[in-house]
C-alpha cells in the first residue's frame, strides 16, 4: 500500500515497521517459539536458582511467609518460584519482542504467553534434571575417590 503525504525518510521508516511486524509463516513462529523461550527460561532460572540472587531471593522467600497480606506474600513468592517467575519474564519478552502465535490480534499474544511459558518451563525441567545428574556423578567420584584412598593407605 503506497504512503502518501509523508516524506521520504518517514515513508522509509513506516516500510521497515511494516515489514518487521508482518505475519509471520507457521514455521518462523515455531522457531521463534523454541528459541524465545531460551532467554526467558535462562532469566528465570537465574533469578529463582543461581548464587547470584541467593540473598535477594532469601529475602523474598521469608517475606513470602511473614508479611501481612496475601497480595504482598504472592508478590514476594512469585521471586522464588520459577513456573511463576517465568509468567512475568514472558510478558517482558513479548513486550519487547511483539511476539504473537496463530494469531494476529491480541489472541495471538495470549495464545505466545502460554506457549513460551510452557517451552520454557520444559527447558529448565530438562536444565534440572541435567544439573542434578551431573551433581550426582560427581558425588559418585568423590566417593569412589575416597574409597581408594583408603584403600591404598592399607
Known amino acids: 500500500m503506497p504512503i502518501t503525504g509523508l516524506s521520504r525518510k518517514a515513508a522509509s521508516m513506516v516500510s521497515r515497521v511494516r515489514t518487521l ?17 531460551i532467554p526467558i527460561a535462562s532469566v528465570s532460572w537465574t533469578v529463582t536458582h ?7 531471593r532469601e529475602y523474598c522467600a521469608d517475606r513470602s511467609q511473614t508479611c501481612r497480606g496475601m497480595a504482598r506474600r504472592k508478590f514476594f513468592y512469585l521471586f522464588t518460584c520459577e513456573y511463576c517467575f517465568s509468567h512475568y519474564v514472558t510478558i517482558a519478552f513479548l513486550a519487547l519482542t511483539g511476539y504473537k502465535l ?15 511459558v ?6 529448565m525441567g530438562a536444565f534440572g534434571r541435567l544439573r542434578l545428574g551431573i551433581k550426582s556423578e560427581r558425588k559418585e567420584i568423590e566417593i569412589k575417590e575416597e574409597q581408594l584412598n583408603q584403600k591404598s593407605t592399607y
Open 21 to 37: 511486524f508482518a505475519p509471520m509463516t507457521l514455521g518462523a513462529q515455531v522457531v521463534w517459539l523454541m528459541v524465545l523461550a
Open 50 to 56: 543461581e548464587e547470584v540472587f541467593r540473598e535477594a
Open 102 to 116: 496463530l494469531l494476529e490480534d491480541w489472541r495471538g499474544y495470549l495464545i505466545a504467553g502460554f506457549a513460551l
Open 118 to 123: 510452557w517451552v520454557a518451563n520444559l527447558y
